[in-house]
């Protein structure tokens, strides 16, 4: 019987079954063990390779795809920071003509009167194997701290194990967060669910066509690219 070295993490239990000496053990998944936020896990098994999963996330510019949940969304992206294995985006957000969905304002803690203007900050990160976003209204601790993790489960590498750590900040009046939960617990569910029908689309059409034929214009994208190229295991999928 074969062994493999196993850790428990903010309620993920992760298993190396690569070589020895094995990864560096999780000491936390964003906010998923900090008392100052309520954290919901959630995902399922997606119809596409990870790669997929990590440029959906990391490209803003999908948001009209979710135009029936979060109402017209402007991204604006701010810049880039990288390392080794690792790299960041910066977004700031604009409603030229909507309001701000009741699911988004309990995120965020408040109602926002004016949402013409960017004003709020999201940093998007691929820390490879895992994501996380994270996002400002004021001061230095994020309202939403989200991590990601992305599995694959069949030897194609055609479907994946989404785990999503969601932790919202608790605001100052005790209850209110518990009691918005089942709208927010929808509200982003429903998110999700549109991300997946796209990101299945698109690997349903990468099998149809033998290969990626579209033209990647946003330069961010292109270097995550490289970077899970360099740090991933090279298969046929992407």
């Known amino acids: 019987m074969r062994t493999y070295p196993a850790c428990e993490c903010d ?26 936020y309520k954290t919901r896990s959630f995902g ?26 979060t109402g017209k969304v402007s991204p604006r992206y701010l810049g880039k920071r990288a390392g080794e294995g690792w790299m960041e985006l910066d977004y700031t957000f604009a409603r030229p003509d909507s309001k701000q969905p ?4 309990l995120i965020m803690g408040s109602f926002r009167m004016d949402t013409s203007k960017p ?8 820390e490879y194997p895992h994501q996380s976003l994270r996002f400002w209204t004021a001061g230095d601790k994020p309202v939403l701290h989200v991590w ?12 994946n194990r989404s785990f999503i750590l ?7 009046i005790p ?17 999700f669910e549109e991300d997946r029908e796209i990101v299945e689309m698109e690997q ?11 033209q990647e214009v946003f330069p961010p994208i292109r270097d995550l690219r490289d970077l899970l190229a360099k740090n991933g295991r090279v298969i046929s999928a992407r």
């Not at 596409?48 to 795809?65: I, P, S």
């Not at 990601?148 to 479907?159: F, I, S």
Request: glycine share 8%.
């Open 11 to 36: 309620g993920v239990i992760f298993i190396w079954p690569g070589h020895l000496p094995a990864a560096p053990q999780p000491t936390s998944l964003g906010a998923g063990g900090d008392k100052a």
């Open 102 to 105: 009741l699911g988004e304002s």
């Open 166 to 172: 969601l932790s919202v900040r608790r605001p100052k």
């Open 148 to 159: 990601l993790g992305y599995t694959p489960v069949d030897a194609e590498q055609r479907k």
């Open 44 to 69: 399922r098994v997606v119809n596409c390779h990870y790669t997929f999963m990590h440029e959906n996330l990391m490209d803003m510019n999908h948001q009209f795809l979710h135009r029936r949940t």
């Open 175 to 191: 209850g209110v967060l518990d009691l918005a939960w089942p709208v927010l617990t929808w509200f982003t569910n429903r998110v």
């Open 119 to 126: 004003r709020d900050r999201m940093t998007i990160r691929t």
């Open 204 to 214: 349903a059409a990468y099998d149809a066509q033998g290969a990626d034929w579209n």
